[in-house]
């Protein structure tokens, strides 16, 4: 078995070849676009594993392209994951170890993007999440950048993206152009677009307001409420709880505030909570009541709240989320798709679709013992092992599928093969087209502050080699063996001699990174953004 799945590592480029010997034909410079899909894991699309859910719309990609099973993010951050896809440099290399580090006075090497519009090339930017925002630096070689956000929200749903995406393709049809596309969806707090209000607030049996706290956003509601006794009545809907008599809601501030000044109100929770004052927390049933006496016959309060519904069973109701979140992008594909059909332009545009990095569903634990959700810390395969799809419709060979270890670095180069244009000396990664069958080692980063500590690994098949120098750990998975990462088989002593020399290149590079490393300051917004989108506390 082992042999089998080098040997699939292994295989030679016949397939590649024939997929792009139809690309040679160059088809007088046809359009591209390249689409990234935030936070998206390989293995929660249907055309890489059958477990979670159904995409049929990027899978209908694949089945005309050529999919990778083997791509791998360096950083499970989102800044200096597109950074490194766009420059062809690793993050360290770069200076951007955070979101919210303005790179462009950090960067001495240009972005791929400049070689099209060079080229007589249209180049427009779509993005759906602030940390992508122009002024972080991602916009050089853009002749259009769309990153505002409505109000105080710093992202966008697929089918807002859509419709800013859509007006631009009907406006440039006849141009010949270079589109980026950034989805998001996929991203924490997991609610799709479609989901009914979870909330309701009732002051004395009259609704006064619907929420969604599955989006894990603060609300302020105003009450008024009458002289003597006033009862406040919440009905929460959690389908992942079907007893009554369980907490189903968690809040973090609940807190009510008279808009008067009025201190002769009594507030009083009754029936329906469990209050962990020295957390702060506050647990509610599926109905809970809260009393308000007040000595005046008009009392304006307002209500400030900030929660999300509680899981037992956690990473059963968040993989869940999650893979509704994926669906419903994959549906929102499927309309970019069919645009592109209307408007004619699906068969003659290059399409490539990747992902920045990952996301862990609770099957790695945190620093502090309990199941880890999200990104940003760790460098285990979940977080890092994103899709890969390259659809060319001029290619003669469809539906191929590779196995070979890839990165993010090499998507700019493997661009500018498929459009016939001159490689940049800068690009570090490699031309995924070329002859030659490269047997790779991926270095991978996550940086402080963001991420809790500076981590570093080396992926060379089958080993994943990770080390920790605040905790002088090193964690060693066979990836044949263990392919989940459950078991750490790092044994000082015992180590095959190609792992000793994975460890020497891996004290090597965090050595010197770590030496070299700048401290960039964030300005006072982009921390705001950050703070918004739950990347920093």
């Not at 332009?345 to 999200?374: A, P």
Request: glycine share 6%; hydrophobic share 35%.
């Amino acid at each position: 078995m082992k042999r089998k799945q080098l040997a699939l590592i292994g295989m030679p480029l016949l397939g590649v070849f024939l997929f792009f010997s139809g690309c040679l034909k160059r088809e007088m410079n046809p359009n591209f676009i390249l689409i990234t899909l935030d936070t998206q894991r390989a293995d929660f699309i249907s055309a890489y594993s059958r477990d979670h859910g159904s995409t049929p719309n990027i899978d209908s990609l694949a089945e005309k392209g050529l999919l990778y099973e083997n791509c791998f993010s360096l950083t499970p951050i989102t800044l200096p994951s597109h950074a490194s896809l766009f420059f062809s440099q690793p993050p360290h290399r770069l200076k951007n170890y955070n979101n919210g580090q303005n790179i462009r006075t950090h960067r001495k090497r240009p972005s791929f993007v400049n070689i099209f519009r060079k080229r007589g090339f249209m180049t427009a930017a779509f993005v759906s999440l602030g940390v992508l925002k122009a002024s972080f630096g991602l916009d050089e070689g853009f002749d259009f950048y769309q990153d505002d956000f409505p109000g105080e929200r710093w992202y966008l749903a697929a089918e807002e993206v859509n419709k800013r995406v859509f007006a631009w393709l009907e406006a440039n049809k006849n141009q010949r152009f270079f589109l980026w596309i950034h989805y998001s969806d996929p991203h924490a707090p997991y609610a799709p677009p479609y989901s009914p209000p979870d909330l309701k607030i009732f002051l004395n049996d009259h609704l006064i307001g619907e929420f969604l706290l599955t989006q894990n956003t603060p609300y302020e509601l105003d009450l008024n409420v009458e002289k003597g006794k006033n009862l406040v009545r919440l009905e929460v809907h959690n389908e992942f709880i079907r007893k009554e008599s369980l907490y189903c809601a968690k809040f973090d501030i609940f807190n009510f505030s008279p808009k008067s000044g009025q201190k002769d109100l009594k507030i009083q929770f009754q029936r329906g909570w469990f209050i962990q004052r020295q957390k702060s927390n506050l647990f509610c049933k599926k109905r809970a009541y809260v009393e308000i006496e007040s000595a005046s016959s008009f009392s304006p309060l307002k209500l400030s709240f900030k929660g999300n519904l509680f899981f037992p069973k956690e990473k059963e109701a968040l993989e869940e989320l999650y893979k509704r979140e994926v669906e419903y992008m994959d549906k929102e594909i499927g309309n970019l798709w069919n645009k592109l059909k209307e408007l004619k332009l699906f068969k003659k545009t290059r399409i490539l679709m990747v992902g920045d990095h990952g996301e862990g569903l609770g099957e790695h634990k945190g620093y502090l013992g309990k199941q880890h959700y999200g990104h940003i810390h760790f460098l285990y395969n979940v977080y890092l092992k994103v899709p890969l799809i390259i659809y060319d419709p001029f290619a003669t060979k469809k539906g191929l599928r590779r196995t070979e270890l890839v990165t993010l670095l090499d998507i700019a180069p493997t661009i500018m093969n498929l459009m016939g244009f001159k490689q940049m000396p800068s690009f570090q990664g490699r031309n995924l087209f070329s002859h030659q069958k490269d047997d790779i080692t991926i270095f991978q980063e996550t940086y402080k502050p963001e991420a809790f500590m500076d981590v570093f690994a080396l992926l060379k098949f089958p080993w994943h080699l990770i080390y920790t120098p605040e905790k002088s750990k090193y964690e060693l998975y066979d990836l044949i063996e263990n392919p989940e990462e459950k078991e750490n088989i790092y044994q000082e002593l015992h180590l095959p001699h190609e792992v000793l020399d994975l460890k020497k290149k891996l004290d090597s590079l965090a050595q010197a990174i770590s030496k070299n490393k700048k401290e960039i300051k964030i300005d006072d917004e982009a921390k705001e953004m950050l703070k918004a989108l739950g990347y920093i506390k």
